[in-house]
């Protein structure tokens, strides 16, 4: 059965109209559908699912959404014929597919809101681990972006399920770990692998890749083996005998020059930490599935180094990281090869913040046992008068207590602006203390 325009089903006594059709994909239609007040999305399923999955659907909406991020189900409706769906609230039009993200046609503004999109992705799959779920079905057609400012939606939560269960949904093999692709024997149960949190953990990493580099970890030169990328390819690529590319062991299956274009643009740009991170999860962790995929939390800490540590060129206006836990530093800009500019860094403990006009501070900054990497609590911003002057505009629960490097102390109001001059020390709150070093 499908629904048209201006057919109604009634629900716990409300009464939905269909007003359009949203979309089509390979289990059900979405529709738009109003309650005379508000609007919502319906996705209604070609085929009768299953009990089991109709149980999940039923728990996942008892359980509620892991966060915001989450377009999450809201209600299921069953009709007499024992058809079913969903309802669910309308992502909103500034939000764009990841695949149009993956194909060029919608970059992010700048690195940036990039890196605060893959935070808000990681932050997203760690509320999902900690509520006992886990991803299914996961793919590029599950995530929206907003390229302006890093916001990110997922989409398809009929397919997350509680671990270790499996509703015989198992995604695209390109962003699976190679234990589900194998179908591999549990080695406590010795029933076949199923999703889990450690699953989920490589995939995830998948997807970091594809967004910081535009490609995916596993497809080099082996590439060249197959006259096309079939189902037997596929597994052999991503399941019977997945190499990473950046392999420091194996260089079988580098990326292809004038193929792989955005990769070998990209890769070589990532700070050290995020490099590693990536090969332990794609050479080690291909094996040692529970202790060698880095977590949401190690993840999370590193993204948010590389987004502190970001800078822009004058010249080019492209960012970069100085690179202050490299090898070599970057004495001019990887893009233009013009001399890197003057800098201006906060340090607070551990953390070193580069400070130029449009970044931010983070909660994670003033409290480290904080989750919240992308609260914002600061802003850098220019004096409009006067645009060689910055200053971070607040938005703390306190007042703040400067120092200038004469030993002069003032009190800046939570919603004031700290004046952002040479040697200043900050006293955020009793144990949080930063200090400003242009160099
Ligand atoms: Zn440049």
């Not at 057609?141 to 907003?146: A, D, P, V």
């Not at 962003?175 to 199923?194: F, H, L, N, S």
């Amino acid at each position: 059965m499908r629904l048209s325009k201006n057919d109604t089903f009634t629900v716990d006594g409300v009464t939905y109209k269909v007003i359009n059709t949203l979309g089509e994909g390979g289990q059900g239609e979405v529709y738009l559908v109003s309650d005379g007040g508000n609007t919502y999305a319906f996705k209604y399923y070609k085929e009768i699912p299953g009990s089991d999955f109709k149980f999940n659907l039923k728990n996942n909406i008892n359980k509620g959404s892991p966060a915001s991020t989450f377009i999450w189900p809201k209600k299921y409706v069953e009709f007499d014929d024992e058809s079913c769906g969903y309802l669910m609230d309308v992502r909103s039009s500034d939000y764009v597919s990841f695949i149009s993200y993956l194909t060029g046609k919608n970059p992010f503004k700048d690195l940036k809101t990039k890196l605060t999109w893959c935070i808000e992705l990681v932050e997203s799959f760690k509320l999902l681990h900690e509520k006992g779920f886990s991803y299914q079905d996961l793919n590029d057609g599950s995530f929206f972006l907003n390229p302006n400012n890093g916001k990110l939606l997922i989409c398809d939560n009929d397919n997350v399920s509680a671990d270790k269960t499996n509703l015989g949904i198992l995604g695209k093999m390109r962003y699976m770990a190679p234990e589900i692709v194998r179908g591999d024997k549990d080695r406590m149960t010795g029933e076949r692998q199923m999703p889990d949190t450690h699953s989920d953990r490589f995939s995830l990493a998948i997807i970091l890749f594809l967004t910081l580099c535009l490609g995916n970890p596993f497809e080099g030169e082996r590439l060249k083996n197959h006259v096309i990328v079939d189902e037997k390819a596929e597994y052999e690529m991503f399941g019977k005998n997945p190499i990473y590319i950046y392999n420091e062991h194996d260089k079988s299956n580098r990326p292809i020059n004038g193929y792989h274009t955005a990769v070998l643009k990209y890769y070589p740009m990532l700070p050290s930490y995020i490099k590693e991170a990536f090969h332990k999860t794609f050479t080690d962790g291909l094996k040692d599935r529970e202790n060698s995929r880095t977590t949401e939390i190690e993840w999370l800490r590193l993204l948010s180094q590389y987004r502190d540590e970001l800078i822009t060129c004058p010249h080019c206006g492209k960012e970069y990281i100085y690179g202050y836990s490299e090898k070599k530093v970057n004495s001019t800009c990887p893009h233009c090869h013009n001399k890197t500019k003057e800098m201006c860094l906060l340090t607070i403990g551990r953390k070193r913040i580069l400070l130029e006009p449009g970044k931010y501070l983070y909660m994670v900054h003033l409290n480290k046992y904080s989750s919240e990497y992308n609260h914002a609590i600061g802003k850098v911003i220019q004096n409009k008068n006067n645009p060689s002057l910055w200053g971070i505009k607040l938005r703390v629960d306190n007042d703040i207590t400067v120092q200038d490097r004469n030993g002069n102390t003032k009190v800046i109001a939570k919603d004031g602006v700290i004046p952002i001059i040479n040697k200043l020390s900050i006293q955020f709150d009793s144990q949080t203390k930063g200090e400003i070093d242009k160099q």
